[in-house]
């Protein structure tokens, strides 16, 4: 039997994975969020409505720190028993410590066969690609051939992003080659993608609303409607926005499926409130 584990970086929603079909095959370790003192599993002990809520009304912002080992371990015997196979598939490597946690646990079982996979992905970058794996496990496809697809969409993701602020990144240490942008002129929206798992600039732009069309116009040039196969918008705090977006990208890519999700409280952390981004999963 194949099992598929991620983390909550991936931003799957109970819901996702039930219009899926896939919430019994799916399992996902929480990161935790600290505010202060206090901590949250994410996903678990808070929602994104209150973590939201708390980022504006907190003064500490908060941090975020990957599941340890003994957390994967544990998701790990209790999902399966030995001989089955577990897929493990994680957040970029570049950001997070997570995909090391999971590699260290699971050294620890010879009879299971264990495979952690490094997406270069976040959020449903990585959500999606664990639904498509969990849907051809539940088709009883085998080890190598979910593995052979993972990595084709692995290898044809495109994200690109707007924040409102590099605030959040430079401060949690995300901020990758994006650096040179910090301190720049009043009311530049830096538009970032995610490369080879890592944050890296795209372009500077004056104004949300011209980051937003830049956004667009680059993810038009770059992924043509005959490559796409499915995509995502992403938020933070920003729905509306979101949904003006799901509007623009249907009329381009008419006939294909985009999810929309707010950005979980770990992803969301980094990023901080107001961004926007859009996935595309290329042929």
């Known amino acids: 039997m194949i099992h598929i584990v991620t983390d909550s ?17 799916v399992h996902i370790v929480p990161l935790t969020v600290h505010f202060g003192d206090e901590e949250y599993r994410d996903g678990v002990d808070l929602s994104r409505e209150r973590f939201y809520q708390m980022l504006t009304q907190r003064e500490e912002m908060p941090r975020t720190s990957q599941p340890s080992p003994a ?22 490597s570049k950001l997070s410590g997570t995909h090391q946690s999971a590699a260290l646990a699971s050294r620890q079982f010879e009879d299971r066969e264990i495979e952690v996979v490094d997406t270069r992905s976040v959020s449903l970058g990585l959500g999606l690609i664990v639904l498509e794996a969990a849907k051809a496990a539940k088709e009883g ?3 190598q051939e979910i593995l052979a697809e993972v990595r084709r969409r692995i290898a044809s993701i495109r994200i ?20 040179a942008l910090v301190g720049g002129l009043l ?3 830096p538009l970032l993608a995610l490369e080879d798992g890592i944050v890296a600039p795209v372009e500077k732009v004056r104004g949300k609303a011209k980051a ?17 196969e499915m995509g995502a918008v992403l938020h933070a705090a920003a729905s509306s926005e979101a949904r003006e977006v799901l509007q623009r990208l249907q009329e381009r890519y008419p006939g294909r499926r985009f999810y929309v999700e707010e ?13 926007l981004g859009v996935v595309a999963f290329g042929r």
Do not use: C, W
């Not at 992803?267 to 961004?275: E, K, L, N, Q, R």
């Open 263 to 275: 950005l979980g409280p770990t992803v969301g952390t980094h990023a901080g409130p107001g961004t």
């Open 160 to 179: 690109l992003f707007v924040v409102d602020t590099l605030e959040y990144l430079h401060k949690n240490g995300r901020i990758g080659k994006a650096q």
């Open 141 to 143: 496809r085998g080890k």
């Open 71 to 92: 957390a994967f371990a544990d998701v790990y015997r209790e999902i399966s028993q030995p001989g089955d196979t577990i897929l493990s598939l994680h957040i970029s």
């Open 187 to 189: 009311n530049v929206k």
């Open 9 to 25: 970086t991936s931003d799957l929603t109970p819901q996702l994975l039930q219009e899926a079909g896939v919430e019994d095959t």
């Open 212 to 228: 937003r069309e830049r956004m667009l116009e680059r993810l038009f040039e770059e992924v043509p409607p005959e490559s796409l």
